[in-house]
Nanobody, 122 residues
Framework: AQLVESGGGLVQAGGSLRLSCVASGGVFANYALGWFRQAPGKEREFVAGLSWSSGKATYTDSVKGRFIISRDNAQNTVYLQMNSLKPEDTAVYYC????????????????WGQGTLVTVSS
């Protein structure tokens, strides 16, 4: 089982990027999915999560109204649409999955992707 992210890159402040995370090896249905990020010198933080049971999305306060998490069950893919990007959004973004809860809990993450770098220039 693995998660593979893509879509990172360099963008100017105010721009947009869409990250993708493809799941394989039986990881997707009935898994809580989420995106985390880690900026240089900082700890990894939760960005957005998507409940597999209710479809409810949750976001950290700093990205509310700018980022949208979604999933395509047919493609086993979870997306993170990032709009109005700010320099402080610069980080390595990680996709994560866990099956113990309907909404992702970081301490119960079973699978991490390799990460994709997002750099926002001012």
């Amino acid at each position: 089982a693995q998660l593979v992210e893509s879509g990172g890159g360099l963008v100017q402040a105010g721009g947009s990027l869409r990250l993708s995370c493809v799941a394989s090896g039986g990881v997707f249905a009935n898994y809580a999915l989420g995106w985390f990020r880690q900026a240089p010198g900082k700890e990894r933080e939760f960005v957005a999560g998507l409940s597999w049971s209710s479809g409810k999305a949750t976001y950290t306060d700093s990205v509310k109204g700018r980022f949208i998490i979604s999933r395509d069950n047919a493609q086993n893919t979870v997306y993170l649409q990032m709009n109005s990007l700010k320099p402080e959004d610069t980080a390595v973004y990680y996709c994560a999955a866990e099956s113990r809860h309907s909404t992702i809990v970081v301490t119960d993450v079973e699978l991490w992707g390799q990460g994709t770098l997002v750099t926002v220039s001012s």
